[in-house]
């Protein structure tokens, strides 16, 4: 037998015999999906951006029937430097506090379980095969030695594996550190990201479609000074996937 199917069959057996309780608090039940800590039941429950018409730059929805594209006041208003932003689903309770333990909490099992649903997001909402190179948002150095690893990057890294595309970790960085983005007001995050993002090597970004990952988009502040960043150096398109989105986006 050959490793994976043989680690795949000891996966589901040590689920019969050790069950793991589904990770929404909520819910208790164990899991019934191998390799991951989501139960099936929650995975059918979470707030998926489907349905009513999406912003077709920033993906915004609206909870109508329309179903065609548009672009939503804002980006009308003051347009992004990314090209495209999509997210998997909308950043609200319970299910938010599955990305929070994983940011913050060390719940780096969580990992396969979001790695799924943005590279959901990326073959239902993009085009997986024009992408050149991933990137994910990057840490500043102090933060990353007090954090321990850059939740970001880990779910880059996922996901490039996943649509076999390099993963650049490097090219894009934080040179100055900020204050935390969701302690500020909307019209005080773009302020605080001034001269936060550098490109310190361009080779892998120039020409190129850049498909840069977050975990949580909010105002999308950050995605457009990083994308701003990465048109500067050269790259193409800036494309931005994110596991969620805030429902007081904007």
């Not at 969580?110 to 948002?137: N, S, W, Y």
């Not at 076999?164 to 490097?170: F, L, Y």
Request: aromatic content about 6%; some cysteine; overall charge positive.
């Amino acid at each position: 037998m050959s490793p994976l199917p043989f680690r795949a069959a000891f996966a589901r057996l040590a689920d019969v015999c050790w069950p793991r309780p589904c990770a929404v608090r909520s819910c208790g039940r164990p899991v019934d999906r191998p390799g991951r800590h989501v139960c099936s039941a929650c995975l059918a429950r979470l707030p998926f951006h489907v349905g009513g018409g999406a912003c077709r730059i920033c993906g915004r929805t609206i909870p109508s029937g329309a179903a065609r594209a548009f672009v939503c006041e804002d980006c009308a208003r003051h347009p992004p430097a990314y090209d495209l932003a999509r997210s998997a689903i909308r950043f609200e309770p319970p299910f938010d506090d599955l990305i929070k333990s994983f940011k913050y909490g060390r719940a780096l099992w969580l990992r396969p379980d979001l790695a799924d649903l943005l590279e959901g997001a990326v073959r239902a909402k993009l085009d997986a095969a024009a992408v050149d190179v991933v990137v994910p948002v990057p840490l500043h150095p102090h933060r990353l030695r007090s954090r321990g690893y850059n939740q970001s990057a880990l779910l880059a890294s996922d996901l490039a594996a996943r649509i076999g595309r390099r993963c650049d970790e490097t090219s894009l960085a934080r040179v100055r550190e900020t204050g935390h983005q969701a302690r500020l007001h909307a019209s005080e995050r773009k302020n605080n990201l001034d001269g936060a993002f550098a490109v310190t090597e361009n080779e892998f970004i120039r020409r190129r479609t850049v498909l840069l990952v977050d975990d949580v988009m909010t105002t999308g502040a950050t995605l457009s000074e990083c994308a701003a960043i990465l048109k500067r150096a050269g790259a193409v398109r800036v494309w931005c996937v994110t596991v969620a989105r805030s429902v007081a986006d904007k």
